[in-house]
């Protein structure tokens, strides 16, 4: 089954212990993506990134670290977290053709810095 | 950026037809018009697209207007399940190949029985 897997689902942490949230996808896709979802500001993407060993700055990229060794994993890092980064997060991802191809989205995790 | 405007709310019985209009009177010609939907707190989930023609899937029919100034997202036959908020999206072009989607407010669709 084509899928974006995330983990964990769910994580509760504090002030700067250093996580990684985890995106796998099986669907040989190129580009892949992080996006952070609050309430009244809806999805905002974090990074992206068009293949191996390319990754962009989005929206919001502060506090947050990706990498992009294999096609199929595109982990999301937070060095030194903080509880303005509690939030829902996604991972995505897109075939090339971006334009019309549509994104992917994984199961989402939750994150909640103390 | 081709903006969109969507109602924040709207209802449906189950079992009947879903109308979702969508405004983007801004659009560009080579700028597609998505539609995802978000069911509380999942990730989002591709319904359909389009640039100019109708199209329909197993899920969705979308009607865009000769103008391409608006849109309406139609659920044939609207279940309990269909409740989410859904979200008409222009495919923005950053010009190096990749495109943000850029998630606005959406219209929270409710089907009640």
């Known amino acids: 089954e084509a899928q974006v897997t995330q983990n964990p689902r769910y994580l509760i942490t504090v002030t700067g212990k250093k996580l990684t949230v985890t995106c796998s996808q099986n669907?040989?896709?190129?580009?892949m993506s992080w996006y952070r979802q609050d309430p009244g500001l809806g999805l905002r993407q974090i990074y992206y990134s068009m293949n191996v060993e390319v990754t962009d700055k989005g929206d919001v990229p502060e506090g947050y670290k990706v990498s992009r060794k294999e096609k199929r994993n595109f982990p999301l890092i937070l060095e030194s977290p903080s509880p303005n980064q509690t939030s829902l997060y996604f991972c995505a991802s897109s075939s090339r053709g971006w334009s019309n191809q549509p994104q992917h989205f994984g199961d989402g995790t939750r994150l909640s810095i103390l | 950026d081709a903006k969109t405007t969507q109602p924040p709310s709207m209802d449906c019985a189950e079992g009947r037809a879903a109308n979702l209009p969508c405004n983007h009177s801004t659009i560009s010609g080579n700028e597609y018009v998505y539609w995802y939907r978000q069911i509380h707190s999942q990730g989002p989930q591709y319904i359909i697209h389009g640039l100019k023609n109708n199209e329909t899937n197993e899920m969705a029919s979308l009607i865009i207007t000769e103008d391409r100034k608006s849109s309406t997202l139609i659920l044939p036959h609207a279940t309990l399940r269909d409740t989410a908020v859904y979200y008409c999206?222009?495919?923005?072009?950053?010009?190096?190949?990749?495109?943000?989607?850029?998630f606005g407010k959406g219209t929270m669709l409710l089907v009640s029985p």
């Open positions: 669907m040989n896709h190129e580009y």
């Open positions: 999206i222009v495919r923005v072009d950053a010009g190096s190949g990749y495109s943000t989607l850029t």
